[in-house]
Each structure stands twice: as C-alpha cells, then as structure tokens.
C-alpha cells in the first residue's frame, strides 16, 4: 500500500520500484535519494516529497528576532529545540549581541533558554560566555531573580569535572571571593532571596576548604560582635542552611567556637532549641563540640580543649533545665534534641534532670504527647534501673486516672509493661 501512495504522487518513480529486486534495495535507494546522491530529473527534494516545511535555521535570526523569541510564553521553546549542536551555538554566541544576551537573560523564558544553552556549550565556549556576559555583570546575576540560575548552572556544570582542575571554575571562585569581600556585599548577598542561594550552590559546589574558611572568617568579621544578627540569620528559613554547611564543613575548630560563642551570648540557647529551624543549628553545635571534647586529641590544645569544654556543659545546663526540656520534648522537631541530649550527655546530667522532674512531679509531661512519649521510650533506655522503677511507677499512678487510654497513654503504658 505504502509503495502504491508513493507512486501515485510521483509517477517517475514506477520505473525505477518495479527494477528492484530486494527490500535492501528499496532501502538504499530511499536513503540515496535522502543525501541527494541519486535524484531522479523530474523528483523533487526528500522534504518537498513529505511536504514538510524546514524551520528557519537560529542563526538566521536577527538580534530583534531573537530577543522576541527568547521572551515569548510561546516561541521560546522553538529556540530551545533548535539549539542542539556545538556548530549551531557557536554561530548563536557568534552572531547574536552580548547585550541583547543579557537583556534576554534576565527574562523568565530567556533564562530557560541560556540554561539549556549552557549544558550544550563546550569549555571553551562556557568560557567565551562567562567572560563576555556573566563576569562583568557578576554582581546582578548573583542577585537577580532568573539570571541567577544561570550563574548557578555554570558553576554545576563546572563542578561536575571530576579531575577539579577546571581554570574556569577557579577563575569564578576568585570573581566570587572578591566580590564578597568588597565593603559589606557578603550581608547584602546573604540577605537577599535569589543571592543565599547563589552563594549557597557556590560553597556547596566549589567543595574547597580554603573558600569555605575564607567565607566564614568573612562572615564572622561582619557578625562576630552582633549577637542578634547572627540569631536572626540562624532562625531565617533560608540562611540557616548556609550558616550550617559552613559550620559543618569548616576546619578550623576555632572559627567553630567563634559561631558558639555567640550563639550562647544572652542565654539564648534555649530559645533556639524551640526555633523549627534554629534547633538544627543547635543540634549540629552539640554533635560537634561532643565530638570534639571526646575525641582522641582534644588534649593537643588546653586553650581549644578548655573552651569546647565550657561550651558543651554550659549548652547541658541550658538544655537540660526541666522547663526547657519539657518545653522541647512535645515539639517536633526538638524532640529530635531532647533524644540525642538524652544518648550523648553524661550521666550525671540525666540522672539530675530526672530527679528534677519527679521533685516537681512532671514527669508525665514529657510523656503523654504525640512526640514525648518518644522523648521517655529514649529516657528510660538510657537512666540505670533503680530510677527507671521510679519513673514507671510515677507514670503507672498518673495513667491510672484515666478509664480509656488515648493513642499516645497506650504508647506508655506498653513501655512501663516492658520494664516492670
């Protein structure tokens, strides 16, 4: 049927379909006439023959042309589509002005784009484009809405080189240290929306201890000796996660300390345990100056040894104090504080705050709530037997004025069967 159709629209083809042989035959001769080696005098072009219509080629377009496209809801697409080869966006970037690139990337649709341009672009021409476009505007697409993500694309693809000896990536890591460093951009950076997540995607990808110590020595000079700063940026949403990767991946203990120390100012510590974003930077300082204070070689420094030490038992004190830790342990997310304070610290400090609780016969408030009842699951794993007795017969006496047991009471009533 197929051979029929085709005769009928090309009657000079009869001839030559009744001389061939094979299918093989048929199929050379179709993918001849395809590369214009064999055409008969009266056919037409292959795409004529389909009547399909050839898209104008991208580096045709003018500079007018392509900046309506690249901010058209329905045209950009048809760019994305048409770039898909080195050839193709050589003579793009070749052709189309540098200004007009950073006027359209700084569009919604433009910036989609340049991002589906750039993971098409071979070093050499991402170099050609960071120079020429992103370097000298480096501060605008650090904090504009859509030219960020541009900046960030580049520095993933820059950072998926395994071998790390990219001379662009280094040369993006000086532009961004100097950039920081000028008067008080690090704050205005941190504290714009589309610039925490630059300079996020930066420390995060970069993966270099000497620009992540350089950062947090930076950060430091500018927050060191403002406490509610620091406090505020450690309960932000947004720049929790930065302060928290650099702390988590910073070398120097001291730097550390620094951040401690001024978290624990004002005796604010407590209040940053409640924080839904702040105990995460809570918990992360406590695993760390715990695993500092016990390691091995904690003793090399007395002045390091000695401050971890003050901080570490001055964090037990304030965590451990039986209204903050009641406080904490029916919260979601700093019930996850209360269980590791309960599995890291000594025992003299449980054993101190359980005395506490009994005294002021509390004890059942860390208990018969949605995430307490886990909080006690982990104290009572962790108290010898002589106060476990106590706390079950405690909780046993309270549960005993209840007729009916709600979800969370049946939760402990199965944990004081299990040890008495």
Request: proline share 1%; with cysteine.
């Amino acid at each position: 049927m197929w051979s029929n159709r085709w005769c009928r629209t090309h009657e000079t083809y009869i001839n030559l379909w009744m001389g061939l042989e094979s299918f093989h035959d048929v199929v050379k001769v179709l993918s001849d006439l395809q590369d214009e080696k064999v055409c008969p005098t009266s056919c037409t072009n292959l795409s004529s023959i389909s009547n399909i219509d050839t898209e104008e080629p991208l580096y045709l377009y003018s500079n007018e042309q392509f900046e309506a496209m690249c901010t058209s809801k329905l045209n950009y697409k048809d760019v994305i589509n048409n770039v898909t080869n080195e050839k193709q966006i050589q003579i793009l970037l070749d052709n189309i002005d540098k200004n007009i690139l950073y006027k359209v990337s700084l569009k919604y649709q433009g910036s989609l784009v340049l991002q589906h341009l750039i993971k098409h672009l071979n070093y050499e021409q991402m170099e050609n484009f960071y120079i020429t476009i992103i370097q000298p505007k480096l501060y605008t697409y650090v904090r504009t809405n859509y030219g960020c993500h541009i900046l960030q694309q580049i520095i993933i693809q820059q950072s998926l080189d395994k071998k790390n000896t990219s001379a662009l990536l280094n040369r993006i890591n000086y532009d961004m240290m100097e950039l920081i460093s000028r008067d008080n951009n690090i704050i205005d950076i941190i504290v714009h929306q589309n610039g925490i997540f630059t300079l996020f995607e930066w420390s995060k990808s970069c993966c270099n201890k000497n620009i992540i110590t350089y950062t947090i020595e930076l950060l430091l000079s500018h927050i060191k000796h403002d406490t509610a700063k620091i406090i505020y940026y450690v309960k932000h949403p947004k720049i929790t996660h930065l302060i928290q990767f650099l702390f988590q991946n910073c070398e120097k203990i001291e730097h550390k300390i620094q951040i401690c120390e001024c978290l624990m100012n004002d005796q604010v510590i407590a209040e940053l345990s409640a924080d839904i974003h702040a105990n995460h930077m809570v918990q992360l300082m406590l695993q760390t100056l715990h695993d500092y204070l016990f390691s091995a070689n904690c003793r090399e420094n007395y002045q390091i040894y000695e401050s971890v030490h003050n901080l570490y038992y001055s964090m037990l004190h304030q965590l451990l104090a039986p209204t903050v830790f009641i406080k904490n342990s029916s919260k979601k997310h700093a019930s996850y504080l209360c269980e590791r304070l309960l599995k890291t610290s000594p025992c003299q400090f449980i054993n101190q705050l359980v005395q506490e609780l009994l005294t002021q016969k509390c004890i059942c408030n860390c208990a018969f709530s949605k995430y307490s009842n886990f909080v006690m699951a982990t104290l009572l794993e962790q108290v010898d037997d002589s106060l476990r007795n106590v706390i079950c017969k405690s909780l046993k006496f309270e549960l005993s004025k209840y007729l009916f047991f709600n979800e969370h009471q049946t939760q402990v009533f199965r944990l004081i069967k299990k040890y008495l």
